[in-house]
């Protein structure tokens, strides 16, 4: 509320006008309950009936008796109803002096009362109704004192009235209608009283008005569009009451307006055009031009990526990133990553029509504008991928419309606001990658519709509210790095729909999902069970002195402890510990890890029976405990491993025959047995791909590895165990074999090779699987490796490989993987790379690539994970991309595309559309329910 230059010598006076006005007593219109009262009146009113009902009175009719009494006896109704005797000053009131002596009043020549002025006077009590006698007055200013009640209706009969000022003082009740009939009334002053009420309509007839000032009162409801009329209105103030709706249009007529103010109101919409520039105004032009031109200043156009038409005299539609509708409404507003820098100016919320935001990906600054709140259309906000500081304005939360809000990685502080949980057509938020702190709102748990929730990577405390547990439509749900505590409530079990929930990275009692959570368990990880799996695996095999034990037992998220992987939900799929000095006998526990698709524990001093437990493991697919001290017969429970298609028990002491349950495995691709006391037949069905007996590498297979050890300096590997020796092929460090003398599987990633890949590496005609991931390795990628017919995984990432991509890879038919990231790799993308049809990892980023991405590539239907990032990239995204029906990741970013990104690729992945390096998609249309 303003503090007017007087207010603090009527509060020293207040005490004396008390000690006046406690001799009145009486009742007063009561305040409306929406607006609370700022200060309690002073003293209680002398009892007087309120009118029920404001009618505009008929004008008074002139006494024939001599005006002059008349005027003498509406000032002496004044003084008696305002407590005349306590005034600062009133002389020569009621004595026989003219009246025109009387302090502040004013006569004309004929002596008649043209104006009373008695402002900061200490009147103290009612308006009387005989001030409407005072026919000649021109000039009423009884501003600042004490007056109370209402303003009595009778006013509107002083026809000559040009300046009503009663400001500043208590009256209240409703603003009279009858006032719109002073029609050469030009200053109207009712400021800092208690009225209340909506503003009367009739007010639009003053057609002289050039002043209005209601503010700081109890004024409820909307402005009325006929206070366009007032032609002449140079200064229009309704701050500070408790108006609401939008600003009508009809203000826009109002062509003198030098001052407008209102501010402090429920008001929304925006400001037309015409009065949008005054100053002191909190709404926004309507005119989409001003907020489109207020952006292009303020975050630096000129230098945008793409201005196409910005500021021209085009047609809005045609200003890049911008849509209109018929009308010329702008209803989208898409320039992601498009190079804008600065900060997001407040006028943006003069856009009331605008569904779609899309600023996401630029380098914007400073704090999100609260006036976006007027923005109360918009279904959709990105912000997400730019520098915004500050707190999430609470203003948003009003926009009910809002179905997405993505707000991640910037660097936002404060508190989540609980009135998130107001937007229940809410469908994806995304607050990751900030620094917001304090408590999750259990007012999140409102969001019925909620389907994805990203809260990670920010600085999150307190326990997960159990009102997550109404989020029965949610999908993924990710809260990890955070400072989240406590346990996990129960009630997370609800969430059914739930896909994805990621929670690593707090400080919960226990970072796993309790194996009473009985839906969760079936779709994230790890379980307490499994964490409690691996510590018995690691106290049973003398885990302090493994090779590598790094992060076992920590805090650490699991899928960081040394030979453990899990999937993308935390679940833990494969336990690979081979040759690392595990010295023990094996746990029956391990059955718990009942996501595990992988087991190797080969190259160890595992000694004692096989656990017949380990026939739980349904998911399994390979089993890898060869080159140990196993002893006992080989379990028959091993039969129920119904999607194992490896078995690699050889060079053990194991006894007796091979269980008939094994030739029930119809998966089986391979089993080795060899190198063990066993006796007996074997299963008919295991006849083909059982191995019993060692059998030497070819001379071609010894050449090829002979050749890979010298020309990568073999004796300075990390590890290079029995390496050429004589001791059996499959104990060599990092080789598979496949029981017949050959390679299968060559795993030497991050081993210290140094130098040339040789070509002899081709004769290894057996082989499925090629890893040298993490190496020191240069040179070109020897084009003979096409010859490895069999080879189903190549794993060149993160050496330093040069030249050009060998198309000859091409013909590598049953190629699943093709790792080549973070290499030098130069030229362009072989289109042959298209014949890979059964390719379900193609991993080429990080080199420095050029020309086009070839359209061959949407060939690859089984294609899961595309990454050509971080290239030098040119052209349009092949729309044949959109076509590979399994695509779930896609990474374009960090090169030079241009175009849209094709429809089909819409949804992939988490959507993250950061990972595309591009603006739109083609097509791109809002539908109904976005």
Known sequence: MRVNSRFVARMLAFGCVVAVLLTACGDTQPAPTEVPPTEEPPVAEAATPEPTSTPTPEPTAIPTADPRSIERAALTALYESARGEGWTNNENWLSDSPIGEWHGVTVNEDGHVVGLALEENFLAGRLPPELATLANLTVLELGDNWLVGPIQPELGALSRLDKLDLSGNKLNGQIPPALGNLGSLEVLDLHDNELAGEIPAELGKLSNLTELDLSENWLLGEIPPELGSLSNLKVLNLSQTGLTGEVPPELGNLSNLTELDLSGTGLSGCIPRSAADLANIEQLSCDPREALIALYNATDGPNWKNNDNWLSDEPL???????????????????????????????????????????????????????????????????????????IPTELMTMSELRWLYLSENQLTGPIPPELGNLTEMRWLSLWGNQLSGPIPPELGNLSKLDWLYLSYNDLSGEIPPEMGRLVSLTEFSLAENSLSGELPPELDNLRSLTEFRFQGNQFSRECIPASFVNLVAIVGPSCTELDTLAVLHDATDGPNWRNNDNWLTDVPVGQWYGVVTDDTGRI???????????????????????????????????????????????????????????????????????????????????????????????????????????????????????????????????????????????????????????????????????????????????????????????????????????????????????????????????????EIPSELGKLSKLTHLHLRENQLTGEIPPELGDLSKLIWLGLGDNWLIGEIPPELGKLTDLTHLDLAENGLTGEIPLELGNIPRLTDLFLFDNELTGCVPDGLRYIGQGRATDLGLLFFCGDVLSDDE
């Not at 200003?319 to 943006?348: F, S, Y």
């Not at 914007?364 to 990105?382: A, D, K, M, Q």
């Not at 119904?642 to 089993?671: I, Y």
């Open 317 to 391: 539609s045609e200003w890049h990133g911008v849509t209109a509708d018929p009308e010329g409404r702008v209803i989208r507003l898409i320039l992601g990553e498009n190079q804008l820098k600065g900060e997001i100016p407040p006028e943006l919320g003069g856009l009331p029509n605008l569904q779609r935001l899309d600023l996401f990906g630029n380098s914007l600054t400073g704090e999100i504008p609260p006036e976006l709140s007027n923005l109360t259309n918009l279904v959709g906000l990105s912000l997400y991928g730019n520098e915004l500081t500050g707190p």
């Open 573 to 803: 799929i494969k336990l690979g510990l081979g040759a690392n000095g595990l010295n023990g006998e094996i746990p029956p526990e391990l059955a718990d890890l009942v996501h595990l698709t992988e087991l190797d524990m080969q190259g160890n001093l595992l000694r004692g029976k096989i656990p017949p437990e380990l026939g739980e493991l349904t998911d399994l697919k390979i089993l890898g405990l060869w080159n140990n001290q196993l002893s006992g017969e080989i379990p028959a429970e091993l039969g129920k491993l119904k999607k194992l298609t490896h078995l690699h028990l050889n060079h053990n002491q194991l006894t007796g025959q091979v269980p008939l349950e094994l030739g029930d495995l119809s998966k089986l691709e391979r089993a080795d047995l060899q190198g063990n006391q066993l006796s007996g037949n074997v299963p008919e069905s295991l006849v083909d791909i059982a191995y019993l007996v060692v059998v030497d590498p070819s001379e071609d297979t010894l050449e090829a590895l002979r050749a890979l050890y010298h020309a990568t300096d073999g004796p300075n590997w990390n590890k290079n165990d029995n390496w050429l020796s004589d001791e059996p092929l499959e104990t060599w460090y990092g080789i598979v074999t496949d029981g017949k003398g050959g390679v299968l599987k060559l795993e030497l990633g991050e081993n210290f090779l140094k130098g040339e890949m040789p070509p002899e590496l081709s004769l290894l005609s057996t082989m499925t699987e090629l890893d040298v991931q993490g190496n020191w390795l240069k040179g070109e990628i020897p084009s003979e490796l096409s010859d490895l017919s069999n080879l189903e995984v190549l794993g060149l990432w993160g050496n330093r490989f040069s030249g």
